[in-house]
Protein backbone atom coordinates (compact mmCIF):
# COMPACT_ATOMS: atom_id res chain seq x y z
CA UNK A 1 0.00 0.00 0.00
CA UNK A 2 1.16 3.59 -1.15
CA UNK A 3 2.52 5.67 1.90
CA UNK A 4 0.47 9.27 2.35
CA UNK A 5 3.99 10.77 1.27
CA UNK A 6 3.99 8.48 -1.83
CA UNK A 7 0.41 9.43 -2.69
CA UNK A 8 0.63 13.16 -2.43
CA UNK A 9 4.13 12.66 -4.67
CA UNK A 10 1.92 10.98 -7.47
CA UNK A 11 -0.68 13.43 -7.47
CA UNK A 12 1.47 16.14 -7.77
CA UNK A 13 3.51 14.48 -10.78
CA UNK A 14 -0.32 13.11 -12.12
CA UNK A 15 -1.53 16.51 -12.42
CA UNK A 16 1.70 18.38 -13.44
CA UNK A 17 1.87 16.13 -15.96
CA UNK A 18 -1.88 16.54 -17.40
CA UNK A 19 -1.78 20.03 -16.72
CA UNK A 20 2.26 20.66 -18.87
CA UNK A 21 0.41 18.21 -21.98
CA UNK A 22 -1.90 20.79 -22.60
CA UNK A 23 -0.42 24.02 -21.52
CA UNK A 24 3.12 23.89 -21.96
CA UNK A 25 6.39 23.71 -19.15
CA UNK A 26 6.03 27.54 -19.40
CA UNK A 27 2.63 28.36 -19.43
CA UNK A 28 2.31 26.01 -16.00
CA UNK A 29 2.69 27.48 -12.88
CA UNK A 30 3.30 25.65 -9.44
CA UNK A 31 0.54 27.67 -7.58
CA UNK A 32 -1.83 25.88 -10.34
CA UNK A 33 -0.52 22.54 -10.00
CA UNK A 34 -1.02 23.16 -6.02
CA UNK A 35 -5.05 24.03 -6.61
CA UNK A 36 -6.19 21.42 -9.07
CA UNK A 37 -3.82 19.00 -6.74
CA UNK A 38 -5.35 19.76 -3.52
CA UNK A 39 -1.94 19.89 -2.48
CA UNK A 40 -0.32 22.93 0.27
CA UNK A 41 3.32 24.98 -0.72
CA UNK A 42 4.97 23.13 2.05
CA UNK A 43 3.51 19.81 0.54
CA UNK A 44 4.69 20.31 -2.73
CA UNK A 45 8.32 21.55 -1.64
CA UNK A 46 8.37 18.46 0.68
CA UNK A 47 8.99 16.20 -2.17
CA UNK A 48 10.70 18.79 -5.04
CA UNK A 49 12.97 21.79 -4.32
CA UNK A 50 11.23 23.34 -7.34
CA UNK A 51 9.58 23.77 -11.07
CA UNK A 52 13.31 22.08 -12.56
CA UNK A 53 13.48 19.01 -9.94
CA UNK A 54 9.53 18.44 -10.67
CA UNK A 55 10.15 18.39 -14.33
CA UNK A 56 12.83 15.90 -13.82
CA UNK A 57 10.64 13.21 -12.38
CA UNK A 58 8.06 14.14 -14.59
CA UNK A 59 10.55 12.69 -17.65
CA UNK A 60 11.61 9.86 -15.76
CA UNK A 61 8.41 9.17 -14.61
CA UNK A 62 6.81 9.08 -18.10
CA UNK A 63 9.85 7.15 -19.70
CA UNK A 64 9.76 4.63 -16.91
CA UNK A 65 6.16 4.17 -17.50
CA UNK A 66 6.65 3.56 -21.29
CA UNK A 67 9.10 1.34 -21.23
CA UNK A 68 7.28 -0.90 -18.98
CA UNK A 69 4.20 -0.59 -21.11
CA UNK A 70 6.59 -1.81 -24.08
CA UNK A 71 8.05 -4.61 -21.71
CA UNK A 72 4.77 -5.72 -21.41
CA UNK A 73 3.79 -5.41 -24.82
CA UNK A 74 6.48 -7.34 -26.02
CA UNK A 75 6.35 -10.42 -23.67
CA UNK A 76 2.84 -10.93 -24.70
CA UNK A 77 3.90 -10.97 -28.44
CA UNK A 78 6.79 -13.46 -28.17
CA UNK A 79 4.47 -15.41 -26.47
CA UNK A 80 2.31 -15.55 -29.17
CA UNK A 81 5.52 -16.79 -31.89
CA UNK A 82 8.50 -18.02 -32.49
CA UNK A 83 9.02 -16.11 -35.98
CA UNK A 84 10.80 -12.56 -35.41
CA UNK A 85 8.69 -10.68 -37.99
CA UNK A 86 5.20 -12.05 -36.17
CA UNK A 87 6.50 -11.02 -33.29
CA UNK A 88 7.13 -7.56 -34.37
CA UNK A 89 4.01 -7.20 -35.89
CA UNK A 90 1.93 -8.48 -32.79
CA UNK A 91 3.66 -6.15 -30.91
CA UNK A 92 2.35 -3.67 -33.07
CA UNK A 93 -1.35 -5.05 -33.15
CA UNK A 94 -1.10 -5.15 -29.33
CA UNK A 95 0.13 -1.34 -28.95
CA UNK A 96 -2.74 -0.46 -31.08
CA UNK A 97 -5.30 -2.23 -29.40
CA UNK A 98 -4.10 -0.58 -26.57
CA UNK A 99 -4.64 2.80 -28.02
CA UNK A 100 -8.01 1.62 -29.51
CA UNK A 101 -9.26 0.70 -25.80
CA UNK A 102 -8.46 4.35 -24.86
CA UNK A 103 -11.50 5.79 -23.40
CA UNK A 104 -10.33 9.40 -23.83
CA UNK A 105 -8.27 10.75 -26.81
CA UNK A 106 -4.42 10.09 -26.15
CA UNK A 107 -3.13 13.34 -24.00
CA UNK A 108 0.68 13.94 -25.77
CA UNK A 109 4.22 13.05 -25.17
CA UNK A 110 5.52 14.31 -22.53
CA UNK A 111 9.07 14.20 -24.08
CA UNK A 112 7.82 16.04 -27.13
CA UNK A 113 6.28 18.53 -25.26
CA UNK A 114 8.98 19.34 -23.29
CA UNK A 115 11.48 18.85 -26.50
CA UNK A 116 9.79 22.09 -27.88
CA UNK A 117 10.67 24.03 -24.74
CA UNK A 118 14.16 22.67 -24.52
CA UNK A 119 15.86 25.74 -24.20
CA UNK A 120 14.09 26.09 -20.39
CA UNK A 121 15.57 23.03 -19.29
CA UNK A 122 18.78 21.84 -17.57
CA UNK A 123 21.18 19.78 -19.52
CA UNK A 124 20.46 16.80 -17.18
CA UNK A 125 16.66 16.65 -18.36
CA UNK A 126 17.55 17.55 -21.94
CA UNK A 127 20.29 14.31 -20.95
CA UNK A 128 17.32 11.68 -19.87
CA UNK A 129 14.97 12.43 -22.74
CA UNK A 130 17.78 11.89 -25.56
CA UNK A 131 18.48 8.44 -23.45
CA UNK A 132 14.59 7.99 -23.75
CA UNK A 133 14.21 8.12 -26.90
CA UNK A 134 17.86 6.35 -27.51
CA UNK A 135 16.35 3.49 -25.04
CA UNK A 136 12.89 3.25 -27.81
CA UNK A 137 15.38 2.88 -30.97
CA UNK A 138 17.35 0.45 -29.19
CA UNK A 139 14.31 -1.82 -28.08
CA UNK A 140 13.12 -1.59 -31.69
CA UNK A 141 16.13 -2.15 -33.46
CA UNK A 142 16.98 -4.98 -31.34
CA UNK A 143 13.66 -6.23 -32.94
CA UNK A 144 14.72 -5.70 -36.25
CA UNK A 145 18.41 -6.72 -36.10
CA UNK A 146 16.72 -10.61 -35.64
CA UNK A 147 14.00 -9.84 -38.24
CA UNK A 148 17.01 -9.09 -41.06
CA UNK A 149 18.83 -12.23 -39.78
CA UNK A 150 15.75 -14.52 -41.36
CA UNK A 151 14.21 -12.15 -43.73
CA UNK A 152 16.70 -10.26 -46.11
CA UNK A 153 15.39 -6.49 -46.41
CA UNK A 154 14.10 -5.95 -50.02
CA UNK A 155 16.18 -2.65 -50.06
CA UNK A 156 18.98 -1.53 -47.89
CA UNK A 157 17.72 -0.20 -44.54
CA UNK A 158 19.79 1.34 -41.80
CA UNK A 159 18.29 -0.40 -38.41
CA UNK A 160 18.64 2.55 -36.65
CA UNK A 161 16.61 4.60 -38.91
CA UNK A 162 14.21 2.15 -39.36
CA UNK A 163 13.89 1.95 -35.05
CA UNK A 164 13.60 5.65 -35.20
CA UNK A 165 10.80 5.41 -37.67
CA UNK A 166 8.42 3.83 -35.24
CA UNK A 167 9.32 6.46 -32.31
CA UNK A 168 8.56 9.17 -34.95
CA UNK A 169 5.01 6.96 -36.12
CA UNK A 170 4.21 7.16 -32.32
CA UNK A 171 4.92 10.99 -31.73
CA UNK A 172 2.98 11.94 -35.06
CA UNK A 173 0.02 9.64 -35.03
CA UNK A 174 -0.42 11.51 -31.04
CA UNK A 175 0.00 14.77 -32.63
CA UNK A 176 -2.52 14.00 -35.48
CA UNK A 177 -4.62 12.11 -32.56
CA UNK A 178 -5.03 15.33 -30.45
CA UNK A 179 -5.54 17.69 -33.25
CA UNK A 180 -8.18 15.32 -35.02
CA UNK A 181 -9.80 14.71 -31.28
CA UNK A 182 -9.90 10.72 -32.46
CA UNK A 183 -7.09 8.04 -31.53
CA UNK A 184 -7.68 6.28 -34.93
CA UNK A 185 -5.58 9.04 -36.46
CA UNK A 186 -2.83 7.13 -34.19
CA UNK A 187 -3.60 3.80 -34.94
CA UNK A 188 -3.43 4.38 -38.35
CA UNK A 189 0.26 5.80 -38.13
CA UNK A 190 1.45 2.88 -36.30
CA UNK A 191 -0.63 0.02 -38.63
CA UNK A 192 1.01 2.13 -41.75
CA UNK A 193 4.49 1.62 -40.10
CA UNK A 194 3.81 -2.07 -39.35
CA UNK A 195 2.44 -2.22 -43.54
CA UNK A 196 5.92 -0.56 -43.97
CA UNK A 197 7.96 -3.74 -42.33
CA UNK A 198 5.83 -6.46 -43.73
CA UNK A 199 6.59 -4.84 -47.15
CA UNK A 200 9.95 -4.47 -46.44
CA UNK A 201 11.02 -7.96 -44.76
CA UNK A 202 7.68 -10.17 -45.78
CA UNK A 203 8.84 -13.11 -48.35
CA UNK A 204 6.80 -12.69 -51.52
Known sequence: MAT??????????????????????AGTTIEEILDKSAITKGG?????????????????????????????????????????LQQTLIFLNLFTDMVGGLTTVHPGCVVAVFTYEAQMLDDGIQDLMRDGMLGWRKMMAQRLEKIQEKYPPRLDTSTDVLADMFSS??????ILARLFGDNQALINQVQAYRSHLRLLFEPT
Do not use: C
Open 4 to 25: RANSSRERILSTAEAIILQKGF
Open 44 to 84: FFYHFSGKMELARAIVERYIEMDNAVFDELSTQADKLSEDP
Open 169 to 174: SLEGGI
